[in-house]
């Protein structure tokens, strides 16, 4: 299934993100009874550190019995974090590790790694905050219940969303999301050490050489042998004879222009992104445009 990144617990639901089973722990020592209370407090930023160990399954509406498929595809991941330091390893080799400034999301299957913003960013956390206090999202509380055998405030959140809240500490241990079909993609805690110290080698993470490095919502990558076969309608693939230093390759893009096929190559390097966009030559004369900050040049080359 199509995966997303949940970070800070219920930090991403009033943007609607899929969740993929990230769970980040917020301690607070107070007591909160409302529910818009017991929420804001969950969200509240404090250094905290831990080791826990956490299961994400889809499960079927309520009522409907687990099948056995399902329970057997069960993910586990084991989760590390100290203070705005959180590194998650999945069982399939995909790896999520947020420094405090960018999200890194490693994806093995596609050989890439995804780039965001922190889920620790001051700025998210204020509006995380200001969403829930202003009244933005719809919450009901649930019957308690209990998560990694620690009791446990439970909302729904805009009827979409569960959240089991630690009743001592304030600690998300628990998320379910409900899906179109009626089936929830649920994230759980099974065992968490408050306190734990992290290996220092679980809070760092380097992607793997040669791994391209894309941003976050743009559509991944296709690979080499794709590309060239598209490229083909005009001539080959097209590349940049000149960049400046510490540029490179990201990788290709599929792009559609006038109901034509193309590619958009991007490079990235520490000035930005320059994107080279190539397809079937549409007859269109040497044009040089610019607008703000940005630059755009186009020509016609052979057939592209």
Same mark, same amino acid.
């Given at each position: 299934?199509?995966?997303? /990144? ?8 009033? @943007? ?5 089973g990230i769970l980040l ?54 989760? $590390? !974090?100290?203070?705005n330091r959180l590194r998650?390893? $999945?069982?399939?080799g995909q790896v999520a590790?947020? =420094? ?19 889920? $620790?960013?001051?700025? @998210? ?9 202003? %009244?933005?999202?719809?919450? *009901?509380?649930?019957? =308690? ?20 809240? =630690? ?14 079909? %009626? ?30 490095? /894309? *941003?976050?919502?743009? !559509?991944?990558? #296709?690979?080499? =042998?794709?590309?060239?076969? #598209? ?34 190559? /991007?490079?990235?390097?520490?000035? %930005?992104? /320059?994107?080279? $966009? ?5 007859? @269109?004369?040497?044009?040089?445009? !610019? ?10 080359? %052979?057939?592209?």
């Open positions: 299934p199509k995966r997303g /990144v949940v970070v800070n617990g219920a930090a991403r639901l009033a @943007k609607g993100m899929p969740a993929m722990c917020l301690a607070l020592p107070a007591r909160a009874e409302e529910p818009v209370q017991i929420l804001a407090r969950s969200l509240e930023p404090l250094d905290t550190t831990y080791i826990g160990t956490q299961v994400t399954v889809t499960l079927p509406p309520p009522g409907r019995p687990a099948p056995r498929a399902a329970m057997r595809n069960a993910q586990m991941q084991r989760v $590390f !974090r100290k203070g998650v390893n $999945f069982t399939n590790f947020d =420094d405090g400034s960018r999200l890194l999301v490693y994806l093995p299957t596609m050989n890439i790694v995804e780039t965001s913003g922190s889920a $620790f960013e001051p700025r @998210k956390m204020r509006q995380q905050l200001m969403a829930v206090r202003a %009244g933005r999202m719809e919450i *009901e509380q649930l019957p =308690d219940d209990t998560v990694a055998g620690r009791a446990c405030y439970v909302l729904r959140l805009n009827k979409r969303r569960q959240v089991w809240i =630690d009743k001592e500490n304030y600690l998300q241990l628990r998320q379910d999301v409900l899906r179109p079909n %009626g089936s929830r993609l649920s994230t759980a805690f099974r065992s968490i050490e408050l306190d734990a110290e992290p290996p220092a080698a679980m809070l760092a993470y380097v992607p793997p050489p040669g791994v391209p490095v /894309v *941003e976050g919502g743009f !559509r991944r990558p #296709i690979p080499a =042998d794709r590309a060239a076969q #598209i490229a083909a309608a005009w001539g080959g693939l097209l590349r940049l004879r000149q960049l400046p230093p510490g540029y490179e390759l990201r990788g290709y893009f599929q792009h559609r222009y006038s109901n034509r096929e193309g590619l958009a190559a /991007v490079y990235d390097g520490p000035a %930005g992104v /320059v994107t080279l $966009f190539q397809g079937p030559a549409l007859g @269109k004369v040497a044009m040089r445009r !610019r607008s703000g900050k940005l630059t755009v040049l186009s020509q016609q080359i %052979g057939q592209a």
